[in-house]
């Protein structure tokens, strides 16, 4: 009996080294170890007849064979690799039903009948009564994916741990209900309470997620200071684009005065070139009036920096522009923000009246700006006519 034991031994751990993929996690040697492992301890402390015990360890070792050619419906691979290799091994043919009848007893979904089966099954679902259970069950849900089998969230293998535990599984052994159903029953309540976890954090998280929305939804100041900011970035970027083409304006006009006075100008004082002095004129001329709407535009106003409690408090000064609070003490200044920050019509006010003024501002500047271009441009238009017509009446 032992003989025929170890052989099995044997040709079970060199069959999964040769035709066993890696991607079997659960479904391995290892695991075989352990059913029978659990098959002679189950054994050991019940009263069964001697002779069933071959039988029962033939099973436990050949049980799983079938995982090297079939996923489902391994069970009856299991049978014909284990009948094949017992008559190999000249065993009886009761013997070899016998066995081949234990390892279709292992099938999740069947009723074992008798304490033989019930042993053999219990075996194989020993992992469900002790402390191992979550690293092996982890194991399995791997195998399933890698296999393609099912692919299942944290939530769901959580779920489907309990279902089979509490729906499809029990133990059927004097043995296996005494030493291995406590802990079964307390890896099930660890898998309750992780489940009541998850959804008391789901349900909190859901509520943070409405309570966010509702107070999206229901706080119009979000949408009232993002159209303030957005639009006095349009209007800062206005400002630069003005002083910007003010500064183009006049670096070119500098150049060409420069230019004029340089070249131009001294050439003047011979008798040939006296035909030149007006067009020379009315070029520097409108070239200077552009410099000078050139700096205007882009001249900063100066303010007294200074205001009055009563201003603040009849709501006539705007702190929010530099100009206004420069020259006061920090004492004041802290005072009179405090006095804004405590009436929220106050900020919104100060922040129209912001824009009001950056609004003049920007008239101002553009008003100018446009002013500058045109004469700018007259006085080239002028300039070049003038050229022409000394040129040609000269």
Known sequence: MNNLIEKADKFVEDLFKEKLPNTFIYHNYQHTLRVVKSTKEIIDNSEINVKEEEPLLLAAWLHDTGYTQAYRGHEKKSAEIAESFLKKNNATPELIEKVKQYIMATNFNSQPKGLEEEIIRDADSSHFGKDYFEETSELLRQELEMHNIKNFTNSEWLQENIRVLTEKHQYYTDYAIKEWQPKKEENLLELIESKHKREKKLKKEEHKARMKAKFKNDNPERSIQTLFRITLRNHIKLSDIADTKANILLSVNAIIISLAIANLI?????????????????????????????????????????????????????????????????????????????????????LMLDLHLLGKVLHKKYLLLRLTYTVFMVGIIISVIAFILAFYLM
């Open 266 to 350: 001294p050439k003047l004082e011979a008798a040939s070139n006296k035909h030149l002095l007006i067009p020379s004129l009315i070029l520097i001329l409108f070239s200077v009036a552009s410099v000078i709407l050139s700096i205007m535009s882009t001249r900063p106003n100066v303010t007294s920096g200074e205001f009055t409690r009563d201003q603040v408090k009849n709501r006539e000064v705007n702190l929010l522009f530099f100009g206004n609070y420069h020259k006061m003490p920090f004492d004041q200044f802290k005072w009179a923000i405090n006095e804004l920050m405590e009436d929220k019509d106050y900020v919104y006010e100060m």
